[in-house]
């Protein structure tokens, strides 16, 4: 299997006129839907085309017993004003949806935001793709940096919404249909899921449907290659992950990295769950690859989400993949986020609100400290406070360090994504457990090895997040384990030491190697950079860190680091 690639936009003519002189792109085929509406998917994209119906589904889809859909056939009473809403709730998967109606043509994108899909505005047209330089081929667009956007991802790295850091280009949300002429709206949102009437209430329950979905959404995604390469660290959630494929028999390489550092090395645990499992195991070294800070990872993508310290790992995996002629990639990312990682009181608050104050508020409060080392004392004055101020909404962190005067101008950035919009009845839990869906999506993407080989994120699975947002978020914590519910549905499939591992690897140590490397470097990088020319850096306070005699301290160098993985974007693009 390749990556899906997709491109489409309506013809200046209508229908049974002349056609207009539309430019053509290598390595794509045309889909025939209408005469107006040119449909281009790449070669090896999977396609499926209702003629009937004029509609074509782009990717990978399954339905909800997780078999492949082989055919797509719309029945006439889902021709409805909102028929993405009709397909999300019978497929998932990896897939846009094109759909042309007389004179207008509708994309839907599917919820999981694994199927990317661009829009950019040319000559009065709207053109859509699954690959922004393609898109810019095909619309004669040219890309041009949005500084605004580039300040507000300066301020909020980890937050994502439909801007994109190249004026004129936006993304397609994910579970959003799109009418060509313009116009869109959601067709699948979170909190449909994540109401305190559709809530789990029994834990068995709730671990028992994890677990038959984690496996369902595995297994699917294991049938449609011939060898996988999995990256296994022996945390929870890749473990998890090659359990479930392991359970749907594909042949499969798990590949763990040594940072270097002892709070890097996770090859005990990962060979404890590949040995568990059958699963061959390599082992590889991240120190024995260059780092090149001045190149992006993210170059081929519309915003600057690479981090530098993968380009070792992503070397790594497509080294593993090539000698084991493998097609496709699974990782577990995601999995602190779908499995609710929260460590606030927002469990808290939703117990009381679900509850009222009692027995189980205060077993809650208990697990809270528990899993986050507070005081008993301190968590009841946070709670109080929180509950008093009235806000339930999600709190999106900024941070301002090492920025210039010129970045810092005006108000703080507006955080505006459809899904932090609480509607009537959210709790601040559920809000939380939100923002954490939407802070993924920019960890998805900006690697190397997704250009050649599809890289699956199986714990991002549409039904999979539908049935973590019923999980009320008091559950996720209880006993004082993070993601409880995950660890008491996997109990008889993993080893205990990996159920009760409380420790995460980090790439910290890493990534101050790499710092230490190319101090010089960095400084020169930044100083001669579009980020210094635009003043948005605060280049004296950079040059006392970087300068700084003796081993590494703080977190400032971390910052540095992505200061340049932005400027590096920038210069890709410039």
Same mark, same amino acid.
């Given at each position: 299997?390749?990556?899906?690639?997709?491109l489409?936009?309506?013809?200046?003519?209508?229908?049974?006129?002349?056609?207009?002189?539309?430019? @053509?792109?290598?390595?794509?085929?045309?889909?025939?839907?209408d005469?107006?509406c040119?449909?281009?998917?790449?070669?090896?994209?999977?396609?499926?085309?209702?003629?009937?119906?004029?509609t074509?589904?782009?990717?990978?889809?399954?339905?909800?017993e997780?078999?492949r859909?082989?055919?797509?056939?719309?029945?006439?009473?889902?021709?409805?004003?909102d028929?993405?809403?009709?397909?999300?709730?019978?497929?998932?998967?990896?897939?846009?949806?094109?759909?042309? @109606?007389?004179?207008?043509? @509708?994309?839907?994108?599917?919820?999981?935001?694994?199927?990317?899909c661009?829009?950019?505005? %040319?000559?009065?047209?709207?053109?859509?793709?699954?690959h922004?330089?393609?898109?810019?081929?095909i619309?004669?667009?040219?890309? %041009?940096?949005?500084?605004?956007?580039?300040?507000?991802?300066?301020r909020?790295?980890?937050?994502?919404?439909?801007?994109?850091?190249?004026?004129?280009?936006?993304?397609l949300?994910?579970?959003?249909?799109?009418?060509?002429?313009?116009?869109s709206?959601? %067709?699948?949102?979170?909190?449909?899921?994540?109401?305190?009437?559709?809530?789990?209430?029994?834990?068995?329950?709730?671990?028992?449907a994890?677990r038959?979905?984690?496996?369902?959404?595995?297994?699917?995604?294991?049938?449609?290659?011939?060898?996988?390469?999995?990256?296994?660290?022996?945390?929870?959630?890749?473990?998890?992950?090659?359990?479930? +494929?392991?359970?749907?028999?594909l042949?499969?390489?798990?590949?763990?990295?040594?940072?270097?550092?002892?709070s890097?090395?996770?090859?005990?645990y990962?060979?404890?769950?590949?040995?568990?499992?059958?699963i061959?195991?390599?082992?590889r070294?991240?120190?024995?690859?260059?780092?090149?800070?001045?190149?992006?990872?993210?170059?081929?993508?519309?915003?600057?989400?690479?981090?530098?310290?993968?380009?070792g790992?992503?070397?790594?995996?497509?080294?593993?993949?090539?000698?084991?002629?493998?097609?496709?990639?699974?990782?577990?990312?995601?999995?602190?986020?779908?499995?609710?990682f929260?460590?606030?009181?927002?469990?808290?608050?939703?117990?009381?609100e679900?509850?009222?104050l009692?027995r189980?508020?205060?077993a809650?409060?208990?697990?809270?400290?528990?899993?986050?080392?507070?005081?008993?004392?301190?968590?009841?004055?946070?709670?109080?406070?929180?509950?008093l101020?009235?806000?339930? %909404?999600?709190?999106?962190?900024?941070?301002?360090?090492?920025l210039?005067a010129?970045?810092?101008?005006?108000?703080?950035?507006?955080?505006?994504?459809?899904?932090?919009?609480?509607p009537?009845?959210?709790?601040?839990?559920?809000?939380?457990?939100?923002?954490?869906?939407?802070?993924?999506?920019n960890?998805?993407?900006?690697?190397?090895?997704?250009?050649?080989?599809?890289?699956?994120?199986?714990?991002?699975?549409?039904?999979?997040? /539908?049935?973590?947002?019923?999980?009320?978020?008091?559950?996720?914590?209880?006993?004082?384990r993070?993601?409880?519910?995950?660890?008491?549905?996997?109990?008889?499939?993993?080893?205990?030491?990996?159920?009760?591992?409380?420790?995460k690897?980090?790439?910290?140590?890493?990534?101050?190697a790499i710092?230490?490397?190319?101090?010089?470097?960095?400084?020169?990088?930044?100083? /001669?950079?579009?980020?210094?020319?635009?003043?948005? +850096?605060?280049?004296?306070?950079?040059?006392?860190?970087?300068?700084?005699?003796?081993?590494?301290?703080?977190?400032?160098?971390?910052?540095?680091?992505?200061?340049?993985?932005?400027?590096?974007?920038?210069?890709?693009?410039?």
């Amino acid at each position: 299997m390749t990556p899906a690639r997709f491109l489409c936009w309506r013809a200046t003519q209508d229908a049974g006129s002349a056609p207009d002189n539309d430019p @053509t792109i290598h390595g794509y085929r045309t889909v025939v839907l209408d005469g107006a509406c040119r449909l281009l998917v790449g070669e090896g994209t999977s396609c499926l085309v209702d003629t009937e119906r004029r509609t074509a589904l782009v990717g990978v889809a399954f339905d909800r017993e997780g078999r492949r859909v082989e055919r797509l056939d719309i029945p006439a009473d889902a021709d409805g004003a909102d028929i993405g809403r009709w397909l999300f709730a019978r497929f998932w998967g990896s897939f846009v949806v094109v759909r042309t @109606t007389g004179h207008a043509t @509708t994309i839907m994108r599917d919820p999981s935001a694994t199927m990317p899909c661009y829009v950019v505005r %040319s000559n009065g047209r709207l053109f859509a793709g699954s690959h922004v330089r393609d898109v810019a081929t095909i619309s004669r667009y040219s890309p %041009s940096i949005d500084w605004n956007f580039v300040v507000r991802h300066l301020r909020a790295i980890q937050y994502r919404d439909a801007a994109t850091a190249l004026a004129g280009v936006s993304e397609l949300l994910p579970g959003w249909s799109l009418d060509l002429e313009g116009t869109s709206h959601p %067709s699948w949102t979170p909190w449909r899921f994540a109401r305190r009437d559709r809530f789990m209430r029994d834990r068995s329950t709730a671990a028992d449907a994890l677990r038959q979905t984690v496996l369902l959404v595995t297994r699917a995604w294991a049938s449609q290659f011939r060898h996988g390469v999995i990256s296994l660290s022996g945390g929870l959630d890749s473990s998890l992950l090659a359990a479930g +494929l392991a359970a749907g028999d594909l042949p499969c390489t798990a590949v763990t990295l040594l940072s270097g550092t002892a709070s890097g090395d996770e090859q005990r645990y990962a060979g404890t769950v590949a040995a568990h499992l059958g699963i061959p195991l390599e082992v590889r070294r991240l120190l024995d690859t260059t780092i090149d800070i001045t190149a992006s990872d993210a170059a081929h993508l519309p915003r600057p989400t690479a981090r530098m310290f993968w380009q070792g790992a992503d070397r790594i995996l497509r080294d593993v993949a090539a000698s084991r002629d493998a097609d496709g990639h699974f990782h577990g990312g995601g999995g602190d986020n779908v499995f609710c990682f929260l460590q606030s009181v927002a469990p808290i608050l939703d117990r009381i609100e679900i509850e009222g104050l009692g027995r189980n508020a205060w077993a809650t409060l208990r697990d809270i400290c528990t899993l986050t080392g507070s005081d008993v004392g301190a968590a009841v004055m946070r709670t109080m406070r929180r509950r008093l101020s009235g806000r339930r %909404s999600y709190r999106w962190a900024v941070d301002d360090s090492l920025l210039g005067a010129r970045a810092l101008e005006g108000q703080p950035p507006a955080f505006t994504h459809p899904w932090l919009v609480m509607p009537a009845g959210g709790l601040a839990g559920s809000a939380a457990h939100i923002a954490l869906l939407l802070a993924i999506q920019n960890y998805l993407e900006g690697y190397r090895r997704e250009l050649t080989v599809p890289v699956i994120a199986p714990l991002l699975a549409q039904p999979l997040v /539908e049935l973590c947002l019923r999980i009320p978020s008091w559950m996720w914590c209880h006993g004082g384990r993070n993601r409880s519910i995950a660890r008491d549905a996997f109990a008889d499939l993993l080893p205990r030491e990996i159920l009760a591992r409380r420790s995460k690897g980090t790439p910290d140590g890493y990534s101050m190697a790499i710092y230490e490397g190319h101090r010089a470097q960095i400084r020169e990088f930044l100083h /001669e950079g579009a980020l210094a020319r635009e003043r948005l +850096l605060d280049l004296p306070a950079i040059d006392r860190i970087v300068t700084q005699e003796g081993p590494v301290r703080g977190h400032g160098y971390a910052r540095i680091l992505s200061l340049c993985d932005v400027e590096a974007w920038l210069r890709s693009w410039l």
